[in-house]
């Protein structure tokens, strides 16, 4: 079975700059999570979806952050404009329903120069 | 969900069991715990989960003690491929999201 797969796996940009990071969960996973996390720190989460619905953003900021699970697979992280704190690494994770376990992809890298 | 406390790292020898501790001394009956861990450059995998109950899978054991205060995960032969950081969650039964501390840093030496 495979696995979550994100892609860019590193990205490096200028701030003020946009970037994008994309996501396919597991196969028949409906919840859909992106976690941040920073050089030394666990994961934090930022977004989770049920399908394409988004319902739990609060962490997610929305000044500059927006994420859209169209059809209710893939998913896609966007950040316009980026700033020298954005720089981490962005995980994707899915779980067949919210309260199972959570399966995590490889991360993008970002760094904003 | 409850916090847990974790040694910020451990060593252990090649091909000795690998014993992580966890203390989460505020969990409440309907949380379990989790087990999952970050090898560089890499994102989380997921590793085991328990209850109340001691759980073994192809990859850990883990014990859970009977106030359920604190648990251990058990790496019975540990191979270089098991350096990695160890986290320990506690998560409400039910939760959306996982809460991440700082984890265990378990380097294996050959």
């Known amino acids: 079975e495979a696995g979550v797969v994100q892609s860019p796996r590193y990205k490096i940009i200028e701030k003020k700059q946009p970037v994008a990071f994309w996501c396919n969960p597991i196969?028949?996973?409906?919840?859909l999570y992106w976690y941040r996390q920073n050089l030394g720190q666990g994961p934090e989460l930022l977004i989770r979806?049920?399908?394409?619905?988004?319902?739990?953003d609060s962490q997610l900021p929305k000044d500059r952050f927006s994420a859209e699970r169209l059809k209710g697979v893939d998913s896609t992280l966007k950040i316009q404009p980026a700033e020298l704190g954005d720089s981490a690494v962005y995980l994707c994770?899915?779980?067949?329903?919210?309260?199972?376990?959570?399966?995590f992809g490889p991360g993008t890298r970002l760094t904003v120069l | 969900d409850a916090k847990t406390t974790q040694p910020p790292s451990m060593d252990c020898a090649e091909g000795r069991a690998a014993n992580l501790p966890c203390n989460h001394s505020?969990?409440?009956?309907?949380?379990?715990v989790y087990w999952y861990r970050q090898i560089h450059s890499q994102g989380p995998q997921y590793i085991i989960h328990?209850?109340?109950n001691n759980e073994t899978n192809e990859m850990a054991s883990l014990i859970i003690t009977e106030d359920r205060k604190s648990s251990t995960l058990i790496l019975p032969h540990a191979t270089l491929r098991d350096t990695a950081v160890y986290y320990c969650?506690?998560?409400?039964?039910?939760?959306?999201?996982?809460?991440f501390g700082q984890g265990t840093r378990l380097t294996i030496n050959p």
């Open positions: 994770a899915s779980s067949l329903a919210s309260a199972d376990t959570q399966y």
């Open positions: 196969s028949g996973h409906n919840t």
């Open positions: 979806y049920e399908n394409e619905e988004a319902v739990d």
């Open positions: 505020t969990i409440s009956g309907n949380e379990y």
């Open positions: 328990g209850l109340k």
């Open positions: 969650i506690v998560r409400t039964q039910g939760a959306q999201k996982l809460v």
